[in-house]
């Protein structure tokens, strides 16, 4: 069967005029994902690269893949744990894999949805940029969060996020991060405390005794409060870096995380300086506070912050984010740096939340254009001091 | 002695059917033409009629608003027809050449005691004038205008481009012949900028040489003048293209007006890619036509494929291009091609495979590659720009309609040919190059 042909066929149908014309949007996104269009150079730069949005994401979303995978092994792992079943890797994967499908395909229908929806309206082309944030959203999700407060979540995090600003390209927010801040601050319990991290521990189920399904995050601040000291040396750390321990879906394996960020670095989609800023932020900040020693968080050693929580995945794909993200490249020095700062120094000095990643990223976006201000304030001043010297 | 700078930033696509260094005479066209959109903003008023007799060099028509600025004919024939468009707006003046060419000759040049008042009516007399380019906007220079200094570049680094050094084979004296006229119109330098090890620096008296090395824009004279002296605001400076630098240089040396020029004629359509001596304003079919492969829809292009305006067959070359090219038209549909390897086609990033072929050439065609979207990967373009300009932000301030702004970000340094890099990588396919225009277009009003 000839599929082009069959394209050709019921194209009329969704073209203005046509019985289906209400649909034209999403007709155009379905063709295009087929069919890279034959459209043509008609001014400027008769040639041009092949790089475009659709390639884009779908690059991110290869990067995601390892982080993923990973992901969907601990839902497994953590609940084998949990319920003290001997599982296999294979069962493992299977278990999280089941689990996590629903996730995805909520956020992918209901983001999508209102994505053609808005498209359609303004008579655009449908934007890819959702189909990595549909991704990402389950993945700084616990596993346990209700599926309908999830959609509820995608559903503010596009229309308010992005699409009152104009869509893809226009936001200021990182829209996967508003899903999560949706959810943190309407519903602080669905997403923070030691229950909702492994899959049935919040809806009931015991776990076995010494399972306590907290995360690395909560270490400090539960010694602080029991007033307990916590012997730094004899964690498990290397368990945190290869990810084997409670946290949202993609964020626990920072190996995978940087096998992630390997792919965006050498594709040259994601700017490795707001990365290496962002762990230098947070690795200085840990170190200040180890000097200063005044309890129990601030003597955790530094790099420990770079593994635990939601760092090393919100450094690698979310602050790296181009859309509201600093845009010069001076300024995604200070921009990672100050993401990583602000996480580490949430992290210690606000009990409230556990986690400072995804504050510290909405922070350094609502300041990205001041900082990017500032830089091209600076190429404009060069720009009139040669007016000066050229007049003397 | 010369100064050498390397260029960094930016991006050489290497392109299949780059010119071979052999030279054909092309003989003469049957037509030849001057086309009024070959200059950017001017109104053209006739000065000749239907069937009039011209030589080389007589004025065909002047711009309505610098009357003294003449266009004149490339060769000595018969007008044959002034062709107009929508509006009466004059597309073209065709002229059929002589069989015998004869040339309009101005006796008595003395370059040694013409002052810059001389220099500028001998060019402005024989329709030389035009080839004198203004920065800021790229436009024509204005005759009232004392620049700061004249730019010359003879290293063209686009995709395809001809080699300057075989273009002005046996051109060095008239290269400096022309170099010292322009000399008497700066009350700065002149700047000569070759490629490096070139040959065509030596022995150029009047000036200031450098050599360019690096990437894609280094031949750019915009790329040239930012970095040996940028363009402030209020300042004017010069640009002329080597090929007419020699032109003038054989106007001073000879006294003879003679539009000839040696092009390249390139592209992966081109059957053997070569360069060809032709006359200014000849019609393309007269020298590619024979050349142009049969089994592919060719796209003409005069220029390069960044920044050439298209043409066909029937076109004309344009007054300031040195080469034509034709590519294969793209209006084909890709399956998955966004997901697949695309070994064959060429990416600046590297997330399609073609990387793995380090020095290839590509054929590539002129499909679009994507659909058109806003601005989402806003900091790869600082890749390709090597002077110290934001592209992104000068040209949303040309979107969003801001004088000031987009004086504050450099507009009056760049024209077209700076930011085509930016256009060719740009993964939301937005139209920088017309964009930019458009912006260049608000200021002159403005000012």
Request: proline residues 5%; contains cysteine; neutral net charge.
């Amino acid at each position: 069967m000839d599929l082009r042909k069959l394209v050709d066929n019921i194209k009329p149908s969704f073209e203005e005029g046509g019985k289906f014309s209400a649909l034209h949007s999403t007709f155009d996104a379905f063709e295009t994902f087929l069919f890279v269009p034959k459209t043509v150079t008609t001014r400027g730069s008769h040639i041009r690269d092949v790089m475009d949005i659709k390639r884009t994401m779908s690059v991110v979303i290869i990067a995601l893949l390892p982080a993923l995978l990973f992901g969907m092994f601990n839902i497994g792992y953590q609940h084998s744990m949990a319920t003290g079943a001997n599982e296999t890797i294979l069962g493992n994967f299977w278990f999280g894999f089941l689990h996590m499908l629903p996730l995805i395909i909520v956020s992918y229908v209901t983001g999508l949805a209102i994505e053609f929806a808005s498209a359609q309206i303004r008579h655009h082309e449908v934007n890819e940029g959702f189909l990595v944030t549909g991704l990402l959203i389950p993945m700084i999700m616990p596993i346990d969060v209700p599926l309908w407060m999830l959609a509820i979540a995608t559903a503010f995090a596009v229309i308010l996020g992005k699409e009152v600003f104009g869509g893809t390209g226009m936001n200021i927010f990182n829209p996967a991060l508003l899903a999560r801040a949706f959810i943190f601050f309407s519903y602080p319990t669905k997403i923070s405390g030691d229950k909702v991290w492994t899959y049935g521990l919040d809806g009931g189920l015991t776990p076995v005794d010494g399972f306590s399904g907290a995360t690395p995050l909560s270490i400090a601040p539960n010694a602080m409060a029991n007033g307990t000291t916590v012997d730094w040396s004899c964690l498990p750390v290397m368990d945190w870096f290869y990810g084997f321990i409670p946290g949202s879906i993609g964020e626990t394996s920072t190996l995978a995380i940087l096998i992630g960020a390997a792919i965006l670095i050498f594709t040259g989609i994601a700017s490795w300086k707001v990365m290496v800023s962002v762990f230098a932020g947070g690795f200085v900040m840990g170190s200040l506070l180890n000097l200063i020693d005044a309890n129990t968080y601030m003597q955790m050693p530094a790099y420990y912050h770079l593994l635990i929580g939601g760092f090393a995945f919100g450094a690698v794909f979310m602050a790296t984010d181009p859309v509201t993200g600093a845009q010069t490249e001076t300024g995604k020095w200070i921009y990672g740096a100050i993401i990583g700062i602000m996480a580490v120094l949430i992290r210690v000095f606000n009990a409230g939340y556990p986690e400072g990643m995804m504050l510290a990223i909405l922070f350094a976006n609502a300041i990205a254009p001041i900082i990017d201000y500032y830089v091209v304030q600076a190429n404009i001043s060069r720009r009139q001091k040669r007016v000066k010297c050229s007049t003397k | 002695m010369s100064n050498k700078i390397t260029i960094k930033k930016g991006l050489d696509i290497r392109l299949v059917g780059k010119a071979e260094n052999t030279l054909h005479e092309a003989g003469l066209a049957e037509v030849y033409a001057v086309c009024p959109d070959d200059y950017k903003g001017i109104t053209p008023k006739m000065l000749v009629a239907e069937g009039e007799h011209v030589l080389a060099g007589d004025a065909i028509f002047f711009d309505k608003a610098n009357p003294e600025v003449l266009f004149s004919s490339p060769v000595s024939g018969t007008v044959k027809a002034i062709v107009r468009g929508e509006k009466r707006k004059i597309m073209a003046v065709e002229i059929t050449p002589d069989a015998q060419q004869e040339h309009r000759r101005i006796e008595g040049i003395n370059p040694g005691s013409m002052n810059a008042q001389d220099v500028k009516d001998l060019l402005l007399k024989v329709g030389f004038w035009p080839m004198i380019i203004q920065r800021p906007f790229g436009i024509i220079a204005s005759t009232a205008a004392t620049p700061r200094d004249i730019f010359i570049s003879a290293l063209d680094t686009a995709p395809l481009a001809a080699d300057i050094d075989f273009t002005l084979q046996g051109q060095t004296e008239n290269l400096n012949a022309g170099i010292s006229l322009l000399k008497k119109l700066t009350s700065g330098k002149v700047y000569l900028s070759t490629a490096v090890g070139s040959k065509l620096s030596e022995g150029i008296k009047d000036a200031e040489c450098y050599e360019f090395a690096g990437k894609h824009p280094a031949g750019n004279v915009g790329t040239q003048i930012a970095k040996i002296n940028p363009i402030a605001k209020g300042d004017v400076v010069w640009t002329v293209a080597p090929h007419h630098v020699a032109m003038i240089g054989n106007l001073v040396r000879t006294g003879e007006v003679n539009f000839e020029k040696i092009v390249a004629v390139a592209g992966s359509a081109i059957e053997s890619p070569r360069y060809q001596r032709i006359i200014s304003g000849a019609k393309v079919g007269s020298f590619v036509k024979s050349n142009i492969k049969t089994d592919v829809k060719a796209r003409i292009i005069s220029g390069n494929p960044l920044t050439g305006s298209r043409t066909c067959e029937e076109g004309y070359i344009g007054f300031y291009d040195n080469m034509v090219c034709a590519l294969p038209e793209g209006d084909k549909y890709e399956l998955f091609g966004w997901i697949a390897p695309r070994f064959k086609k060429f990416s600046m990033s590297r997330s399609y495979f073609s990387w793995l072929q380090c020095g290839k050439k590509y054929d590539l065609d002129t499909n679009l590659n994507g659909g058109v979207r806003t601005f989402v990967l806003n900091d790869i373009y600082n890749k390709v720009m090597p002077m110290d300009i934001y592209p992104v932000y000068l040209i949303k301030a040309i979107l969003a309609g801001d004088i000031d702004k987009m004086e504050n970000l450099g507009i009056y340094e760049v024209i077209e040919e700076d930011i085509a890099l930016c256009e060719f990588i740009c993964p939301s396919k937005i139209e920088w190059q017309s964009i930019l225009r458009d912006g260049i277009n608000q200021m002159i009003k403005e000012l």
